[in-house]
T-cell receptor
Framework: AQTVTQSQPEMSVQEAETVTLSCTYDTSENNYYLFWYKQPPSRQMILVIRQEAYKQQNATENRFSVNFQKAAKSFSLKISDSQLGDTAMYFCAFMENNAGNMLTFGGGTRLMVKP | ETGVTQSPTHLIKTRGQQVTLRCSSQSGHNTVSWYQQALGQGPQFIFQYYREEENGRGNFPPRFSGLQFPNYSSELNVNALELDDSALYLC?????????????FGPGTRLTVL
């Protein structure tokens, strides 16, 4: 079974600075997807960024980028120019290829952006 | 804000009762999944439905069951409620023909079991 571990229960960052959230996972699969989701106090899970395991290039979405290290099974999220609206729970998630909707989530990191 | 809605927003039940939670998928989405998110934890996969058939299940007992209707709305039913069933229940829908990241979550139903 796959497992996803987020070792930082809480993080804080000053507005406009950069923060990195860590995620490691364990799988015997070779084809899979990795995701970072944001869950603000409104509770609605929002996709931030995704990475296909077969792609060597790290995914980037505006201020959000990942550092995907397949051999190390590491998938960290970097948030640049942090904004107050980035304050939320962040979840790392794993999905096998052809597994439909079945996501395996980590325990989450609570990020607080301070003014 | 996505097109996935869930009802009710909050619900309080007592141990042993039964509960039905509802999800209305985004238009055109034929696959729906349900997740349980205990307080302070990440969501855990319960099961998923595709074209009204269950086609994947996590480590949850049979008292957790579901239905998916032709209009792609769905229900999660939990029988014989236990205190540990208190959690946020999320549904997520996608079009099986679309990209794997086109998966949209609803705002959840907060269930409290007393």
């Amino acid at each position: 079974a796959q497992t996803v571990t987020q070792s930082q229960p809480e993080m804080s960052v000053q507005e406009a600075e950069t923060v990195t959230l860590s995620c490691t996972y364990d799988t015997s699969e070779n084809n899979y997807y990795l995701f970072w989701y944001k869950q603000p106090p409104s509770r609605q899970m929002i996709l931030v960024i995704r990475q296909e395991a077969y792609k060597q290039q790290n995914a980037t979405e505006n201020r959000f980028s990942v550092n995907f290290q397949k051999a190390a099974k590491s998938f960290s999220l970097k948030i640049s120019d942090s904004q107050l609206g980035d304050t939320a729970m962040y979840f790392c998630a794993f999905m096998e290829n052809n597994a439909g909707n079945m996501l395996t989530f980590g325990g989450g990191t609570r990020l607080m952006v301070k003014p | 804000e996505t097109g996935v809605t869930q009802s009710p927003t909050h619900l309080i039940k007592t141990r042993g009762q039964q509960v039905t939670l509802r999800c209305s998928s985004q238009s055109g989405h034929n696959t729906v999944s349900w997740y349980q998110q205990a307080l302070g934890q990440g969501p855990q996969f319960i099961f998923q439905y595709y074209r009204e058939e269950e086609n994947g299940r996590g480590n949850f007992p049979p008292r957790f069951s579901g239905l998916q209707f032709p209009n792609y709305s769905s229900e999660l039913n939990v029988n014989a409620l236990e205190l540990d069933d208190s959690a946020l229940y999320l549904c997520a829908s996608r079009d099986a023909r679309g990209a794997v990241n086109e998966q949209f979550f609803g705002p959840g139903t907060r269930l409290t079991v007393l």
